[in-house]
């Protein structure tokens, strides 16, 4: 598959335990944020999102945590699975142009044993 | 309804030489984004097309380009290749990118070795 970084923090878990993934963001502006999760060979898939006038966004397993006083943004993941291995990207966008322009984390790889 | 693809998948080239990448969106999708994969510098933003009009670009030289047509399929063209152009080249497509990033899908990529 596809390589999509080296020397990625990676976070082992066993599977059924919870994962918490954390991103620093740069920009005071940035007013959108997304979490990504990316698989071997594949390209990105979007997990969740939450906007700046939030602090905390839940979905179907996963929450994502925000706090703009720190410019900090968390990715909780339940009662984590095999499937869940993978390389999460965070990406914090500002609206311009009737859209957004994104500028993305480094990555971290997960890796859930069974 | 098929994904996004993107052709071709795997592409070598020597320095100097160009490239052009092309993008098919999601059916119905008139949004379309271009984005560079790399190990030492993680994923960045190239650019965005909506309605065959490019509405946000990245930090890219010139020598990065695109365009997209009335169907709403892209191309990105790369002129006189660098070492450093070796990457995996995603596209990505929505139906309004002004409301979120939700209904954005990503291809799997194509991945160009400069030579």
């Known amino acids: 598959g596809e390589s999509v970084g080296l020397h990625l923090p990676t976070l082992s878990v066993q599977e059924g335990d919870n994962s918490i993934i954390n991103c620093a963001y740069s920009n005071s502006a940035s007013d959108y944020f997304i979490w990504y999760k990316q698989e071997s060979g594949k390209g990105p898939q979007f997990i969740i999102d939450?906007?700046?006038?939030?602090d905390k966004r839940q979905g179907q397993r996963v929450t994502v945590l925000l706090n703009k006083t720190v410019k900090h943004l968390s990715l909780q993941i339940a009662a984590t699975q095999p499937g869940d291995s993978a390389v999460y990207f965070c990406?914090?966008?500002?609206?311009?142009?009737?859209?957004?322009?994104?500028?993305f984390g480094r990555g971290t790889s997960l890796i859930v044993h069974p | 309804k098929a994904g996004v693809t993107q052709t071709p998948r795997y592409l070598i080239k020597t320095r100097g030489q160009q490239v052009t990448l092309s993008c098919s969106p999601i059916s119905g999708h008139r949004s379309v984004s271009w984005y560079q994969q790399t190990p030492g510098q993680g994923l960045q933003f190239l650019f965005e097309?909506?309605?065959?009009?490019?509405?946000n670009k990245g930090n890219f030289p010139g020598r990065f380009s695109g365009r997209q047509f009335s169907n709403s399929r892209s191309e990105m063209n790369v002129s006189t290749l660098e070492l450093g152009d070796s990457a995996l080249y995603l596209c990505?497509?929505?139906?309004?990118?002004?409301?979120?990033?939700?209904?954005?899908?990503f291809g799997p990529g194509t991945r160009l070795t400069v030579t």
């Open positions: 939450i906007r700046s006038n939030m």
């Open positions: 097309y909506f309605s065959e009009t490019q509405r």
């Open positions: 990505a497509s929505s139906s309004d990118p002004g409301t979120g990033k939700d209904g954005q899908y």
């Open positions: 990406a914090e966008n500002i609206r311009t142009g009737g859209s957004y322009i994104p500028t």
